[in-house]
């Protein structure tokens, strides 16, 4: 019977010492519930011959005042187990399980069961739980509205949330789908494993395995921004003077990147090379609009930053994707200015704030629009990103209009 559950190890990543041991607890919960008590019982795993041995201590008592069966044995009984014994003294009567008919067999069946899948879950838990942040790949098993299922190559089974997935993913069932472990919930004890491909971890993994000198430590990759399916930055650091992080991470003629870029669904993917000193950090992350000067506040965690006319609308990148990712990647707040040239008139938006609401001008401003020219010359899917009300933006314009009409 035992060794049948050798299998247990690959089967349901249970070894054969823990089964054993669950052996051993089931049929001590059996003889619980049939006697009232397991404390007098021995019952014997072995593996070798693949059996179960159970023995009942039993007190030795006088013939004809034996008062509890379960704890108790007369003298003339017990010596039939053991001629040798004496009145209070134990003998071990040897229990055969199968005796007790088929309800207590499938007690113990049912019980064996619940514990066996109780482990099976806490394995495949704590397996999952180290495996956070890895890159995993599962099989297209079925797909609904809001989240797909996927069965890892042990028949796993893993939940990707639709906000997990790239927009511009497309997959059908049967399809296999690489993506990163991102986190394991584990309500009622029924571990539910959660996988995406949006996490900015994916990228990490999916550089670490494509660029041999971050998966050797000799490139760290310092600071990941995402949107997914539309951009990202990546900035990373080389310990060794002789490597170029950069050209290492994009390989000759882009070969490492590209592989990259094609998994995330031609994700446009910019790597910089990291610096401690934030202002030249901020103007490699806003790359590749080119800056005139930066004015950096380190203890509110903000720049403001000052480019030629022609360099706004790059800094600030289509639909706000560059600036937005320049303040992830730094963990700065930039605002971004046109450079006033001489005989230019402009005037920056916090002068407005007596007739514009403060928090227009924060969305404005969070997308690189810190003056009225800026806001003015601004094009209207540049607009859009501020998510304002029509109402809302020709009250804007109209404010700003008028001041240069003035």
């Known amino acids: 019977m035992v060794d049948r559950f050798a299998e247990f190890k690959e089967l349901k990543n249970i070894?054969?010492?823990?089964?054993?041991?669950?052996?051993?607890?089931?049929?001590?919960?059996?003889?619980?519930?049939?006697?009232?008590?397991?404390?007098?019982?021995?019952?014997?795993?072995?593996?070798?011959?693949?059996?179960?041995?159970?023995?009942?201590?039993?007190?030795?008592?006088?013939?004809?005042?034996?008062?509890n069966?379960?704890?108790?044995?007369?003298?003339?009984?017990?010596?039939?187990?053991?001629?040798?014994?004496?009145?209070?003294?134990?003998?071990?009567k040897q229990i055969f399980f199968e005796k007790f008919g088929r309800r207590a067999i499938l007690t113990l069946r049912q019980t064996l069961q619940s514990k066996i899948l109780d482990l099976q879950k806490d394995a495949i838990?704590?397996?999952?739980?180290?495996?956070?942040?890895?890159?995993?790949?599962?099989?297209?098993?079925?797909?609904?509205?809001?989240?797909?299922?996927?069965?890892?190559?042990?028949?796993?089974?893993?939940?990707?949330?639709?906000?997990?997935?790239?927009?511009?993913?497309?997959?059908?069932?049967?399809?296999?789908?690489?993506?990163?472990?991102k986190r394991v919930d584990n309500p009622n004890n029924n571990p539910k494993i959660i996988v995406s491909r949006t996490d900015e971890r994916f990228l990490r993994r999916l550089f670490e395995n494509e660029v041999p000198e971050i998966h050797d430590g000799l490139i760290t990759i310092k600071t990941v921004a995402r949107i997914p399916g539309?951009?990202?930055?990546?900035?990373?650091?080389?310990?060794?003077?002789?490597?170029?992080?950069?050209?290492?991470?994009?390989?000759?003629?882009?070969?490492?990147?590209?592989?990259?870029?094609?998994?995330?669904?031609?994700?446009?993917?910019?790597?910089?090379?990291y610096t401690s000193n934030p202002s030249l950090f901020i103007q490699r992350a806003l790359s590749p609009a080119k800056i005139s000067s930066i004015r950096i506040n380190e203890e509110d965690r903000k720049a403001e930053v000052f480019l030629h006319p022609e360099m706004v609308s790059l800094a600030?990148?289509?639909?706000?994707?560059?600036?937005?990712?320049?303040?992830?990647?730094?963990?700065?707040?930039?605002?971004?200015?046109?450079?006033?040239?001489?005989?230019?008139?402009?005037?920056?938006?916090?002068?407005?704030?007596?007739?514009?609401?403060?928090?227009?001008?924060?969305?404005?401003?969070?997308?690189?629009?810190?003056t009225a020219k800026a806001v003015l010359n601004a094009s209207p899917e540049v607009l859009e990103q501020a998510d304002l009300e029509d109402s809302t933006l020709e009250h804007v314009m109209s404010v700003i209009r008028s001041e240069f009409e003035e």
Not at 241 to 262: F, N, Q, Y
């Open 69 to 92: 069966p379960d704890m108790e044995i007369g003298l003339t009984d017990a010596r039939e187990i053991d001629p040798e014994c004496e009145i209070g003294e134990d003998v071990a």
């Open 125 to 181: 838990f704590s397996k999952f739980r180290e495996l956070e942040g890895e890159i995993i790949v599962g099989e297209v098993h079925q797909i609904w509205k809001k989240e797909m299922l996927l069965l890892d190559e042990e028949q796993n089974e893993l939940i990707m949330p639709k906000d997990e997935q790239i927009p511009g993913d497309n997959f059908h069932k049967g399809d296999m789908v690489r993506a990163v472990v």
């Open 15 to 67: 070894d054969k010492t823990t089964m054993i041991s669950v052996l051993e607890e089931s049929f001590r919960n059996v003889l619980a519930k049939m006697f009232g008590s397991d404390e007098n019982f021995d019952v014997i795993m072995n593996p070798d011959k693949g059996d179960c041995e159970i023995y009942q201590n039993l007190k030795v008592v006088a013939d004809g005042t034996v008062e």
């Open 316 to 370: 600030i990148g289509k639909g706000g994707h560059n600036i937005r990712l320049a303040t992830m990647l730094t963990g700065y707040s930039i605002d971004v200015y046109r450079d006033i040239e001489e005989g230019e008139e402009d005037i920056y938006l916090d002068e407005f704030r007596d007739e514009i609401d403060d928090w227009v001008i924060e969305a404005l401003k969070d997308l690189g629009l810190g």
């Open 230 to 273: 539309e951009r990202a930055k990546i900035a990373v650091e080389s310990y060794d003077d002789r490597i170029d992080p950069v050209g290492a991470c994009v390989g000759p003629k882009g070969s490492r990147i590209h592989g990259i870029v094609r998994e995330l669904r031609n994700e446009n993917i910019d790597v910089i090379s």
